[in-house]
C-alpha cells in the first residue's frame, strides 16, 4: 500500500495526537491518583449500568421486569397469533337505483 502525501500527514497527525493524549493521561495520574482512579471507576460504573440498561431493552424476556409471555407461546423467540376463523360470507350485493 502506498500512501499519498495527505495520508501520510493523516496518519502522523493521528500517531501525534494519541501519543500526546496518553502522556496528558499519566502525567495527570501520577500527580493526582486519587482522582483518577475516581474517574475511572465512575466511568467503569456508568458504563456497567448503561450496558445493562440496553441489554435488557434488546432482550425481551430475560429480566424480571419484562411481562410474561402468553399461554402457549413460551420460549418462542417471535411469538404470533394463531389463524383465526374466517368471517362469514357476504350476502348478494345489490345496486341502488338499477
Excluded: C, N, Y
Excluded at 432482550?59 to 423467540?77: D, F, R, Y
Aim: cysteine-free; overall charge positive; hydrophobic content about 40%.
Amino acid at each position: 500500500m502506498t500512501l499519498t502525501p495527505a495520508s501520510f500527514i493523516r496518519r502522523k497527525a493521528t500517531k501525534a495526537v494519541v501519543a500526546h493524549s496518553a502522556h496528558g493521561a499519566l502525567s495527570k495520574a501520577r500527580r493526582k491518583p486519587a482522582r483518577s482512579v475516581t474517574l475511572i471507576g465512575a466511568g467503569a460504573i456508568v458504563g456497567l449500568v448503561t450496558g445493562f440498561l440496553a441489554g435488557r431493552r434488546r432482550a425481551p424476556g430475560l429480566g424480571p421486569m419484562s411481562p410474561a409471555p402468553a399461554e402457549g407461546q413460551a420460549g418462542h423467540p417471535d411469538p404470533v397469533a394463531p389463524p383465526t376463523a374466517p368471517g362469514p360470507a357476504p350476502g348478494p350485493v345489490t345496486v341502488a337505483g338499477g
